[in-house]
T-cell receptor, first 114, second 114 residues
Framework: GAGVSQSPSNKVTEKGKDVELRCDPI?????LYWYRQRLGQGLEFLIY????????KSGLPSDRFSAERTGESVSTLTIQRTQQEDSAVYLC????????????FGPGTRLTVT | AQSVTQLGSHVSVSEGALVLLRCNYS??????LFWYVQYPNQGLQLLLK??????LVKGINGFEAEFKKSETSFHLTKPSAHMSDAAEYFC????????????FGTGTLLAVQP
């Protein structure tokens, strides 16, 4: 079956511009996560959605970052007024739900801010 | 704060040699433990996980890991390295709860020499 998909795969933007990253989770997965992977570092948790519950935004690094999810489907991560330190690979993962420990990852979006 | 430490950002082994990638976590509360592998330009793939039960867990591609509570460790091993094992390996933990987010180590890049 189809895995987690993300688009675009690569995005180059100028400092100060806004960007939107998209994630399509595996069908039926109610939980969705966004992580950030900066060069030479591990993945950092950004935000978590579970069904129609309020998202856990505790990992968002600043108010320039926001994310939305429509029901149990597509999610978009928006970064406003991008800065060079936002350059990273943004990974999305989904799982069956809160009690499922296995997260399935998409291929990521490589964001470069020039 | 909980953290995950992977000793050795780069490990090089010869084909056919033992692979040992180290992972330690910081919490006194045993977490759920995971190893993920990331091939170039791909998302993360789950190799194996420990949640409960037997402390020696077997995963895909001949890898296994042993949870040692007394050492707060979850080292990854493979008896005989193959060229196709060259990739980056991430250890991660989760403490369940409302989010079940993963906390990652900084990764170990495994090179396999012919």
């Amino acid at each position: 079956g189809a895995g987690v998909s993300q688009s675009p795969s690569n995005k180059v933007t100028e400092k100060g511009k806004d960007v939107e990253l998209r994630c399509d989770p595996i069908s039926g997965h109610t939980a969705l996560y966004w992580y950030r992977q900066r060069l030479g570092q591990g993945l950092e948790f950004l935000i978590y959605f579970q069904g129609n519950s309020a998202p856990d935004k505790s990992g968002l690094p600043s108010d320039r970052f926001s994310a939305e999810r429509t029901g149990e489907s597509v999610s978009t991560l928006t970064i406003q007024r991008t800065q060079q330190e936002d350059s990273a690979v943004y990974l999305c993962a989904s799982s069956w739900g809160q009690t499922s420990y296995e997260q399935y990852f998409g291929p990521g979006t490589r964001l470069t801010v020039t | 704060a909980q953290s995950v430490t992977q000793l050795g950002s780069h490990v090089s082994v010869s084909e056919g040699a033992l692979v040992l990638l180290r992972c330690n976590y910081s919490s006194s509360v045993p977490p759920y433990l995971f190893w993920y592998v990331q091939y170039p330009n791909q998302g993360l793939q789950l190799l194996l996980k420990y949640t409960t039960g037997a402390t020696l867990v077997k995963g895909i591609n001949g890898f296994e890991a042993e949870f040692k509570k007394s050492e707060t460790s979850f080292h990854l091993t493979k008896p005989s390295a193959h060229m196709s094992d060259a990739a980056e390996y991430f250890c991660a933990v989760s403490y369940g709860g409302a989010t079940n987010k993963l906390i990652f180590g900084t990764g170990t890049l495994l090179a396999v020499q012919p």
